[in-house]
C-alpha cells in the first residue's frame, strides 16, 4: 500500500481492496512541477505486456494462469493491463508457471526500478485519470496533455529551464503512452474545453500547429471526445485563475487535479471538488457548442497551414 493515507484511498478505490486507513480523513497531494509527465504507468503496461505476451506463448489461457496461481481471472487480467501492479511473490510464480527462466522476473525489476524514480502524486493521478468514467476539463493557456500530439507536446516540455533532450524525448513517450487509455473499449468520457487563445498561441512552429489543430478536429469524431472552445469575448473571468481536470468513476470518488504554476494539487476534498466543479459549469455553459467549436478549430488550422 502507497505511503500516505490519500495514496491509501486510491490504492483502495481502484483496487476495490478494503483497509483500516481508509477511514482516516482526505488529503491533498502537491507537487511543484506541474510540467512533468509521469511515466509510472507505462512501465506498469509495458510489464503487462510481457506477461500477457509469455502467457500466449505458452498457449496459455487467462484463466489458465489465474487457476495455476490461485488469482481471479479479473486480476490477471488488470495485471497485464498495467491496471493493476504485481507484487514479487505473484511475478516468480508466474515467471515458473510459465517457464520463462527469470525473463519475467527482471521485466518487473526493472519496471519497478523505473517506477520509482517518478513523483507519487502524479503516478496516483495517472491511475485515478485510468479507473474515471468521465474527465472534464478546463485548458486555458495549451491543449490538455490527453489531446496533445507528439510534436505539441516535445515543444511544451522543451519549454522546461534545464532538461535535456533525452529528458524531453523521455516525457514526450511517457505522454504518447498515457493516450492510449482512448483506445481502450471502457476509456473514459472526456469533456475538454479550451480557450479561444489557446488555438492561436504559437508553439513550436506553425506546422506543429497546423498538426495539432488537425488532431483537435479528428478527435471531435471520437464516440468518447468532446471538445469545446470558450471565445475570448464571452468576458468570463471564471477559468482565469488556471486549468483544472474533475475526474468521476464508479471506483474512485470524485476528485479534482487543480493546475497552478509553482505547485498542482490532487483533492478528493468535497468543498474542494464542488467548488471545482462550480467553475467548470459556468465555462462549459458559456462554451461554443461542439459543431461551432469544430468549425472554429477548423479556420485556425487552415490559417496555421
Known sequence: MMGSTFAARIACAITRMTCVSCAAPRRVMRSRDSEQESALVAPRVRFGTA?????????????????????????VSMVERGERPADEEFVREADAALQADGQLVSAWQEASEHAARWPTWLAQWVEIERAAHTLRTWQPLIVPGLLQTEDYARAIFSGKPGITADMVEANVAARMERQ?????????MIWAVLDEGVLTRPIGSRAVMAGQMARLATL?????????????????????????????????????????????QITADPGRVMETRSRYDMIH???????ASLNLIRETERQWK
Open 51 to 75: 506477461l500477457r505476451d509469455l502467457r500466449k506463448a505458452t498457449g496459455m489461457r487467462q484463466r489458465d494462469l489465474a487457476a495455476t496461481l490461485g488469482w481471479s481471472v479479473s486480476k
Open 180 to 188: 492510449h487509455v482512448l483506445d481502450r473499449e471502457d476509456g473514459p
Open 220 to 264: 471531435t469524431g471520437h464516440p468518447r471526445v468532446t471538445v469545446q472552445i470558450l471565445l475570448q469575448d464571452s468576458w468570463l473571468t471564471t477559468g482565469l485563475q488556471g486549468a483544472f481536470v474533475l475526474a468521476n468513476g464508479q471506483s474512485i470518488p470524485d476528485m479534482a487535479y487543480i493546475e497552478s504554476v509553482t505547485m498542482s
Open 285 to 291: 455553459g458559456d462554451a461554443q457548442p461542439r459543431r
